[in-house]
């Protein structure tokens, strides 16, 4: 990190010391029994350079990206490429499923989750039924899912290392055993079984006994300390230790962990690092068998890598919606072709399709031109009535495209099922999707429109007259555009295919907001928003009906755009949209709009630029665990809040950038609140892919609706502004899913879930919907809460046998209050696994090595004969030369031969030779049954004396097999691989803030 940004941390952090100390004193309650969960954690115990469970994970993902984008897209760090928001977004959910492990109550004191209380097997159990979901998610494109289960795969996994005597055995590779159960396994001491001594101090030298510090491998013995009295701790047993483990103090005294470097919470402090280097090289093995399981290109989808906005259109199929099709193909054209020229991947494409009763179905693809092809089919059919399904298509839309998706819905119709605005609602906060209506109907009914057209093909056809529709039939897509960040056109079949430029607009790469606004008022208003030095691109979009616009340069230069031509800006009018793009050179500074409209107006100024953040309200844990919790669904007004952002797109050319404060906006753009803050950033400022951390004390949650705009500097010290579009709603009610089982297909699963009051007396209503037709019973339950009490409930959900394994049910729960309102939502996502999952991985076992190689390596050969096999149900699929100069060659035994002894030559069904570099081969046809094996002869010359064979099955398990000249398996080379530097050190700040807290302590 730069000097001159570890001196603005300082400024920064000194500015906010005394709430610092506040969180520090309430976490004093707190225990600690895992490596320290987030970048916070390490404020709230003192203890700066530990390493986190935030800080290992993030360095994974990023090193193994880095790492696949070299090797197949050819990337160097000099050409300054940024992985993209929606990496980061990806990155920050493995990270919060990580954290929850020890945040939620079903999780946080279970000692299976984190190795403790030598429940070794059962944990190791776990971890593979991780790794297979994890895989079901992935293949099945499910990403959300995936990204939660490998959360949970390395909070436990890195557990392992820090909770376990391994590091004290003096191993310095990772335990292989631990998700390959084929690997040696060392045997856990049996409960009755001492395995520590007294210990009298914080730090606890030697106390194992000396057989858990054997480096013998014979001698070997397991144990990992016992926490707290859940399971009781056996006399002689050791104990995870730390000044709030209750155990501690319990025969044998002390403890073995490694969480942190500081004595007071890890009695093994001392191998921190140590226990740290092989946490991190656990979770670098497991995204690289990641990696070469699925295949680089489903990995950068996976994690959004260099991903172009996915493109999303809710399509209303009606009669009358021939122009709307029609325009929505032709951008759908214009932006493949576009993006044809780009480096980033083309991202994801949906569709929608919807009428009355029918929706879907969901067409979904990452292929272009199948998409377009898609869209050429689409046709205008039947139809006439006028409300139609449209909500419960964009919810399809909302649970299968990514999060961060802008979502375009064509239609002319009001909604029939109004029922569902509070789930997609819901979905859009969840998932931070923006959806825009374009409708092609006059709500006032002012003209002839396509609703009287209807009417007269209704009458036409023998059907009804009905009454005219009511004016504010529509107010529903208002609401949840507003509520989105997206917007709300009326328009007509003439301009709809000029109106709908904003779909391509919106989702050109590196788009990022600089104003939204919303307001409802005919007299003259004023909005300013800020472009800095790395802004390219501006276009304002400005929906309603405008009498007067006045466009304002920072140096005071004018342009009355409904009137003349300027220098400043072009104007594009249309029905129901004004299109705005400010002309080069774009001045850096304060540009002013100032406009009177008639009715509802809204603005929206996008631009191009990488700098842009992500955030969430958090709150300081008080159980087993420092850290902060994020917060699910809204946060609750009028209470203190952390309030938590990650800016993206920093490369190390962007060190004078800075950033001072959030405001929090209402409705209309006015400030409700500032908050102040600081930076506590995972990642060095060296690497051109970084992120800052920054955080706020927001002292009382605002009770209005708001909106979070980020402001700073940029290098030339003009003001940088960012704005999240979509609107916090503030609340007195919560929802916390306390489970989210995996559903098996045949059985019955049930999700429970607490209702916080922090109101009065009330009663509630509680809606619960999922995506797939799973749930037990529908429509809404009602029960009375006491004020600031908790109400405990579950739903529940039959799986049919039907059901395709490592599909995602997405269930969405929202509670209401009528006196006084209230609303909040939460979002649980449910794979459907195998009843009886698969989780061997293949086995692979050398039969003769033949070696004779001499000093001069390039005369002379060594083979080794190998037999590759399925142990498991599923059958051998796919096989890799992944390392090796050599040649490999496979074939099934010729029946009657006994393994290893085939005769390559012989003549077979079957038969392929691989080298390094090529893709898997697929060799799932070629055995008659999942038991038979293939034989395979590896060939190399003596310079090059290893190889590396990936094996997989059908149910995606994989075995890396190492081959070597020698008879003795070659172990890897487990030094962790960093990019930049280490977690950030103490800090002028931290010692003032020791100070501190010793002088109230002693006061």
């Known amino acids: 990190m730069s000097q001159r940004r570890k001196r603005r941390n300082r400024k920064h952090n000194k500015r906010s010391v005394h709430w610092f100390m506040f969180a520090y004193l309430l976490l004093l309650a707190s225990p600690c029994t895992c490596f320290l969960p987030n970048f916070w954690s390490r404020v709230l115990t003192l203890s700066w350079d530990s390493y986190t469970h935030q800080y290992i994970t993030e360095q994974a993902i990023l090193n193994v990206t880095l790492d696949t984008l070299q090797q197949h897209q050819g990337y160097h760090a000099e050409e300054k490429t ?66 939660q289960s490998l959360g949970r795969l390395f909070h436990s996994l890195q557990d392992f290392y820090s909770h376990s005597n391994w590091v004290e055995m003096g191993q310095r590779s990772i335990y292989h055993h631990l998700l390959q159960p084929d690997e040696p396994a060392v045997p856990v001491a049996e409960g009755d079984t001492p395995t520590c001594m007294e210990c009298f101090s914080a730090t606890c030298r030697n106390n194992l006994l000396p057989r858990l510090t054997s480096t013998q491998a014979d001698s070997q013995l397991l144990t990992t300390g016992y926490f707290s009295t859940f399971p009781p701790k056996p006399e002689g047993k050791c104990s995870h230790g730390g000044m709030l483990d209750s155990s501690r103090s319990m025969a044998a005294k002390g403890g073995i962990n490694k969480d942190s470097t500081s004595p007071l919470f890890s009695p093994h402090h001392f191998l921190h690092v140590e226990a740290a280097t092989l946490a991190s090289e656990a979770t670098l093995s497991v995204l690289r068998d990641l990696r070469d399981t699925v295949g680089h290109k489903t990995f950068f989808r996976l994690f959004s890598v260099k991903q172009a906005p996915a493109l999303v259109f809710v399509m209303d199929t009606t009669g009358s919606m021939f122009e709307e099709i029609t325009a929505a193909r032709l951008r759908a054209h214009s932006i493949i072709q576009n993006r044809a020229a780009l480096p980033e991947q083309p991202g994801s494409f949906l569709l929608v399709p919807f009428h009355d009763p029918g929706v879907g179905p969901v067409y979904e693809t990452d292929d272009p031109h199948r998409f377009m092809e898609h869209m050429e089919n689409l046709m205008a059919l039947g139809g006439g009535d006028e409300p139609e399904m449209c909500l419960t298509a964009i919810q399809l839309a909302l649970t299968h495209s990514p999060p961060l998706s802008e979502i375009f819905v064509f239609t002319d119709a009001s909604p029939k099922d109004a029922h569902m605005f509070d789930v997609v609602k819901a979905l859009a906060l969840a998932k931070q999707s923006k959806v825009t209506f374009l409708l092609t109907e006059d709500p006032n009914y002012t003209t002839e429109s396509k609703a009287r057209r209807r009417e007269r093909r209704r009458t036409r056809r023998g059907k009804r007259s009905r009454e005219p529709l009511p004016p504010d039939r529509f107010s529903l897509y208002s609401s949840l555009s507003s509520f989105s960040g997206g917007l709300t056109i009326f328009t007509s079949n003439s301009d709809i295919h000029s109106v709908s430029s904003v779909v391509e607009d919106n989702t050109a790469a590196d788009k990022v907001t600089l104003l939204h606004v919303e307001i409802d008022q005919e007299q003259m208003s004023s909005h300013s928003f800020r472009v800095d030095t790395s802004v390219k691109d501006v276009t304002v979009h400005i929906t309603g009906l405008l009498s007067q616009c006045i466009l304002i340069d920072p140096s005071g230069r004018t342009q009355s755009l409904l009137s003349e031509q300027g220098s400043l800006a072009s104007l594009e009018p249309f029905n129901g949209l004004y299109r705005l793009r400010l002309l080069p050179p774009i001045r850096p500074g304060q540009w002013n709009l100032q406009a009177t409209g008639d009715g509802h107006v809204a603005f929206n100024i996008i631009a191009d630029s990488s700098v842009d953040f992500l955030y969430y309200f958090a709150t300081v844990t ?304 070629w055995a008659l049954g999942s038991s038979e094996p293939l034989w395979g002869s590896y060939t190399s010359s003596c310079c090059s004396a290893r190889a590396e064979l990936l094996v997989w099955d059908t149910a995606g398990n994989m075995k890396r097999c190492h081959l070597a000249s020698g008879q003795q398996r070659q172990l890897s080379d487990t030094r962790t691989e960093y990019s930049g530097g280490g977690p950030v050190m103490p800090t002028d700040f931290s010692f003032l803030m020791l100070l501190l807290l010793c002088s109230e302590l002693l006061s």
């Open 82 to 147: 940024r992985l993209g928001r929606g990496f980061w977004r990806a990155v920050g959910e493995v990270v919060h499923s990580n954290a929850e492990m020890d945040f939620l109550s079903t999780t946080r004191s279970d000692p299976v989750y984190h190795f403790d209380s030598e429940r070794v097997d059962s944990a190791a159990a776990m971890l593979r039924r991780f790794w297979a979901h994890t895989l079901l998610s992935v293949r099945a494109n499910e990403h959300q899912s995936a990204l």
């Open 622 to 925: 008080n159980e087993t665990h420092p850290g902060l919790a994020r917060i699910e669904g809204s946060p609750v007004a009028g209470v203190p809040a952390f309030l938590v952002l990650a800016v993206t797109g920093l490369s190390s050319h962007d060190e004078k950038v800075s950033f001072s404060h959030v405001m929090l906006l209402g409705a209309e753009g006015e400030s409700l609140k500032k908050v102040l803050l600081n930076s506590s950033s995972s990642f060095s400022a060296s690497s051109s892919y970084t992120t800052e951390d920054l955080i706020g004390w927001v002292d009382s949650i605002p009770r209005a609706p708001f909106c979070v705009r980020l402001t700073g500097r940029d290098g030339g010290g003009n003001k940088l502004e960012r704005v999240a579009t979509e609107m916090v709603q503030p609340t007195h009610v919560q929802i916390q899913v306390l489970s989210a089982p995996p559903l098996v297909p045949g059985h019955s699963t049930t999700v429970d879930f607490n209702i916080l009051n922090h109101g009065p007396d009330r009663v509630f209503s509680l809606t619960a919907e999922d995506d797939s037709g799973y749930l037990h019973t529908r429509g809404t339950q009602r029960f009375h809460v006491a004020a600031h009490k908790l109400f405990h409930s579950q739903v529940g959900l039959h799986t049919p046998t039907s059901a395709q394994a490592g599909a995602t049910v997405t269930l969405t729960l929202s509670v209401h209050a009528l006196d006084p309102a209230d609303t909040n939502y939460a979002v649980a996502y449910l794979t459907v696994v195998p009843p009886d999952p698969d989780i061997s991985p293949p086995s692979c076992s050398a039969t003769r090595v033949q070696s004779s190689c001499p000093p001069a390596c390039n005369e002379s050969t060594w083979t080794v004969s190998l037999v590759v096999s399925d142990r498991g149900r599923s059958g051998l699929a796919a096989l890799q030369l992944q390392k090796g100069q050599g040649t490999l060659t496979l074939l099934p035994p010729p029946a009657g031969d006994k393994l290893g002894e085939a005769n390559p030559d012989q003549h077979v069904q079957h038969k392929a030779t691989l080298v390094e570099g090529d893709p898997p081969l697929n060799v799932s046809q």
